[in-house]
T-cell receptor, first 109, second 115 residues
């Protein structure tokens, strides 16, 4: 099946700092989503972004489908941004989502 | 998000017990999913239902038995589980079962501990 790799695996930031999370995938995809899992386990949809760039407040995401990667930008980070960020892809050859291993983000005050 | 609810939120059970997890979606979606999340591992898809029909079963052991009586409800029946089955079980729903424009919405999960 498709491989989905995220980097870095762990990230510690000072409040107010910016960061970039990366998701690489090994095959063509129809669909790509970014999720934030809060410390209580709840997964929240951040972006549906199979290609192009989207912005939502302090978060933005870019997917370059031809080069098989996606980036999630977090600006002016806050302690509430802490948690695990997952990307998930739906390959063109399949019909289900494959999740990456996640980036665990800790924002310290 | 409150569109997908799961009960119970926490469950502790012995290996000989039988229990069920419940998921309900209030979004009018047609597809529902069960995922397993173990520590330090990516989410693993277990089952997919589209319009109440099971369309995916990712080699899940028979001690996990799903049931989808209608498009809004999904159950996961558990029996004779093993300690390694302890994990967070997440339910999700989407408008349709995958595809270019489908977006999944997740419930809060059930934290399962098998003693």
């Amino acid at each position: 099946g498709i491989q989905v790799e995220q980097s870095p695996p762990d990230l510690i930031l000072q409040e107010g700092a910016n960061s970039t999370l990366r998701c690489n995938f090994s095959d063509s995809v129809n669909n790509l989503q970014w999720f934030h899992q809060n410390p209580w386990g709840q997964l929240i949809n951040l972006f549906y972004i199979p290609s192009g760039t989207k912005q939502n407040g302090r978060l933005s995401a870019t997917t370059v489908a031809t080069e098989r990667y996606s980036l999630l930008y977090i600006s002016s980070s806050q302690t509430t941004d802490s948690g695990v960020y997952f990307c998930a892809v739906d390959p063109t050859t399949g019909n289900q989502f494959y999740f990456g291993t996640g980036t665990s983000l800790t924002v310290i005050p | 998000e409150t569109g997908v609810t799961q009960t119970p939120r926490h469950l502790v059970m012995g290996m000989t017990n039988k229990k069920s997890l419940k998921c309900e979606q209030h979004l009018g979606h047609n597809a529902m999913y069960w995922y397993k999340q173990s520590a330090k591992k990516p989410l693993e898809l277990m089952f997919v239902y589209n319009f109440k029909e099971q369309t995916e079963n990712n080699s899940v052991p028979s001690r996990f038995s799903p049931e989808c009586p209608n498009s809004s409800h999904l159950f996961l029946h558990l029996h004779t589980l093993q300690p390694e089955d302890s994990a967070l079980y997440l339910c999700a729903s989407s408008q349709m079962g995958g595809g270019a424009t489908d977006t999944q919405y997740f419930g809060p999960g059930t934290r399962l501990t098998v003693l």
